[in-house]
């Protein structure tokens, strides 16, 4: 069955300091997608990023660095010099089945940080 | 933005009372999903739509039911609100090509 561990409950750092934010998968199925979701504390769901199982290469967007790799199904997210506005719940997703209606996320459990001024 | 709108933002109701949640998108999008948050365990998928009329289960659908009789509304129904049922509820649409999910501001619901 698929599932997503996110093992990190809660991570408290300081601003500027580097944080990394550990996502590891469960799948059987050789083609998927896994995601991350950022929930600040307003509450809404924002969509960061998408990687599909055939694309290893890492990515970065500004302060932001995700690092996919198959070998350990991990997909693990990195904030660069954090600061006070990253603090939010970091959901990584999980889809199975590409394409067509059963695109049915499952959610890791996610991982609260908190960056300190 | 992807134009979802949810109502109510915050409802109280009293166990065993029917609840309505609504879910309401703008661009035709033919995919919307409801999930629950709940501490623990992440988002779960009660239901989700692949059209008007064309509904299916998710992981957690007991004690709801859904419909979707045009496209731009997806509803969620707790036909005897339990306990149990207090959460935030999302409802969430995936563009047509992509497989990202985009999601409403949530309804948090306190059954009493």
């Known amino acids: 069955a698929q599932k997503v561990t996110q093992a990190q409950t809660e991570i408290s750092v300081v601003e500027k300091e580097d944080v990394t934010l550990d996502c590891v998968y469960e799948?059987?199925?050789?083609?998927?997608?896994l995601f991350w979701y950022k929930q600040p504390p307003s509450g809404e769901l924002v969509f960061l990023i998408r990687?599909?199982?055939?694309?290893?290469q890492n990515e970065i967007s500004g302060r932001y660095s995700w690092n996919f790799q198959k070998s350990t199904s991990s997909f693990n997210f990195t904030i660069t010099a954090s600061q006070v506005v990253d603090s939010a719940v970091y959901f990584c997703?999980?889809?199975?089945?590409?394409?067509?209606?059963?695109?049915?996320?499952?959610f890791g459990t996610g991982t609260l940080l908190a960056v300190q001024p | 933005d992807a134009g979802i709108t949810q109502s109510p933002r915050h409802k109280v109701t009293e166990t065993g009372t029917p609840v309505t949640l609504r879910c309401h998108q703008t661009?035709?999008?033919?995919?919307m999903y409801w999930y629950r948050q709940d501490p623990g365990h992440g988002l779960r998928l009660i239901h989700y739509?692949?059209?008007?009329?064309?509904?299916d289960k998710g992981e957690v659908s007991d004690g709801y039911s859904v419909s979707r009789s045009k496209t731009e509304d997806f509803l969620l129904t707790l036909e005897s609100a339990t306990s149990s049922q207090t959460s935030v509820y999302f409802c969430?649409?995936?563009?047509?090509?992509?497989?990202?999910?985009?999601f409403g501001p949530g309804t948090r619901l306190t059954v009493t």
């Open positions: 661009e035709n999008h033919r995919y």
């Open positions: 990687r599909n199982s055939f694309d290893e």
């Open positions: 997703a999980l889809i199975e089945t590409y394409g067509g209606a059963t695109n049915k996320l499952i």
């Open positions: 969430a649409i995936r563009l047509q090509g992509r497989d990202e999910q985009y």
């Open positions: 739509s692949y059209g008007v009329k064309d509904t």
């Open positions: 799948t059987r199925d050789t083609t998927y997608y």
